[in-house]
Structure formats: structure tokens, C-alpha cells
């Protein structure tokens, strides 16, 4: 709606804004949604729950959403093509970034309070669906461990770490100049 009210389209750059923004308006609605339910794990009633949950991270959301749209909104105002280019995509993620946040902050807990159950404690039922998942939870556990253990002996080593750190950034370099760059590829430029 707001797009069509601006005079967008559905161009290239806007749909690229719209499926981005899909992975970045959920973080909002995780934080809250995750805070409720851990007020919930430690006895507090689910409308309980969703009020103070909701009002113990609401800074909180609020501070993500601002730091996010404050990414985008400055491209908006660039000059020459860059800016004429992403003005489209900068306006669509961050009109939708904030639409995010107020959804995380009003609808969420509300949907909380009416739906979110606490089932921290019970026993499960033992059917296919609860051991596929109970057997990928090991699998990953086990993974995390491993993974784990790797940082430690990475973060042990800081010799490693700096070498490793300075190849990258050799690479980087060096594919920087081997490789062409440029705004627009040469493909679009005729």
C-alpha cells in the first residue's frame, strides 16, 4: 500500500527490497516472541507473560528497528544513478523494517497471549514426528560442541587467528584487483 502510494512499481529493485526485507522483519518478532516465552518458562501466566515480555524488550525492538532503517533510509538521499537506482529499494526496506517493528511490538504479544502455550516440563508423545526432531536436536547439539571446541582452540591461538585473518585479507585484495568492477555490468552498458 505504501508503495503504491509513493508511485513505486514492481521493479526489479523493489521486488529485490521486498524479498530481503522477508528475512529481516522477523527479527523483531523473534526477539519479543522468544522474551514471552521465557517469562513463561519461569511461571508467569501467558498474558502476563506477553505484557511484561513485551514491555521488558520493547526498547529493545524498538533500538533494532531504528539501527536497521538507519542503514537504509541515508541511500534514499544519494545523488546520481546510485541514488536513482536504490532510492526504490532503500524506501521499500525500510518502509517495511518499520512496519516490522510496530507488528513486533503490537501483534505479537497478542498473538502470544492468545495462542503460546507452555509445554516446558511435559512429558512429549512418542511419535515419528517428535523423534525426527528429538534425533536432529542431538545431530545438532553434537555439532554445536564440535564447533564449540573449535572456537576454543581457535581463540586459544591468536597466531592463527591473525594469519588467517591476513590471508583473507590478501585474497580480498588480490581479487579485488584481478577481477573487474563496476556499477553497471558491462552486459547492460549498450
Same mark, same amino acid.
Given at each position: 500500500?505504501?508503495?503504491?502510494?509513493?508511485?513505486?512499481?514492481?521493479?526489479?529493485?523493489?521486488?529485490?527490497?521486498?524479498?530481503?526485507?522477508?528475512?529481516?522483519?522477523? #527479527?523483531?518478532?523473534?526477539?519479543?516472541?522468544?522474551?514471552?516465552?521465557?517469562?513463561?518458562?519461569?511461571?508467569?501466566?501467558?498474558?502476563?507473560? =506477553?505484557?511484561?515480555?513485551?514491555?521488558?524488550?520493547?526498547? =529493545?525492538?524498538? =533500538?533494532?528497528?531504528?539501527?536497521?532503517?538507519?542503514?537504509? +533510509?541515508?541511500?534514499?538521499?544519494?545523488?546520481?544513478?546510485?541514488?536513482?537506482?536504490?532510492?526504490?529499494?532503500?524506501?521499500?526496506?525500510? +518502509?517495511?523494517?518499520?512496519?516490522?517493528? +510496530?507488528? =513486533?511490538?503490537?501483534?505479537?504479544?497478542?498473538?502470544?497471549?492468545?495462542?503460546?502455550?507452555?509445554?516446558?516440563?511435559?512429558?512429549?508423545?512418542?511419535?515419528?514426528?517428535? /523423534?525426527?526432531?528429538?534425533?536432529?536436536?542431538?545431530?545438532?547439539? /553434537?555439532?554445536?560442541?564440535?564447533?564449540? /571446541?573449535?572456537?576454543?582452540?581457535?581463540?586459544?591461538?591468536?597466531?592463527?587467528?591473525?594469519?588467517?585473518?591476513?590471508?583473507?585479507?590478501?585474497?580480498?585484495?588480490?581479487?579485488?584487483?584481478?577481477?573487474?568492477?563496476?556499477? +553497471?555490468?558491462?552486459? #547492460?552498458?549498450?
Amino acid at each position: 500500500v505504501v508503495m503504491k502510494y509513493l508511485g513505486f512499481t514492481l521493479n526489479f529493485m523493489t521486488l529485490l527490497g521486498l524479498s530481503l526485507s522477508v528475512g529481516v522483519v522477523v #527479527d523483531d518478532a523473534i526477539l519479543v516472541l522468544e522474551n514471552i516465552y521465557r517469562r513463561m518458562e519461569n511461571g508467569e501466566t501467558r498474558f502476563q507473560a =506477553a505484557f511484561n515480555g513485551s514491555d521488558q524488550i520493547s526498547f =529493545a525492538a524498538l =533500538a533494532s528497528t531504528l539501527s536497521i532503517v538507519a542503514i537504509f +533510509i541515508p541511500v534514499a538521499f544519494m545523488s546520481g544513478p546510485v541514488g536513482i537506482f536504490y532510492r526504490q529499494f532503500s524506501v521499500t526496506m525500510a +518502509i517495511s523494517i518499520v512496519l516490522s517493528g +510496530i507488528s =513486533a511490538l503490537t501483534l505479537t504479544p497478542a498473538l502470544c497471549a492468545m495462542l503460546l502455550k507452555n509445554t516446558h516440563g511435559k512429558e512429549k508423545k512418542k511419535n515419528w514426528l517428535n /523423534k525426527f526432531l528429538d534425533g536432529f536436536n542431538n545431530r545438532y547439539n /553434537k555439532l554445536s560442541n564440535s564447533y564449540q /571446541k573449535l572456537l576454543g582452540y581457535i581463540v586459544n591461538r591468536r597466531v592463527i587467528t591473525f594469519l588467517a585473518l591476513l590471508i583473507f585479507c590478501l585474497g580480498t585484495w588480490g581479487l579485488g584487483k584481478i577481477l573487474p568492477s563496476g556499477f +553497471i555490468p558491462n552486459e #547492460d552498458q549498450g
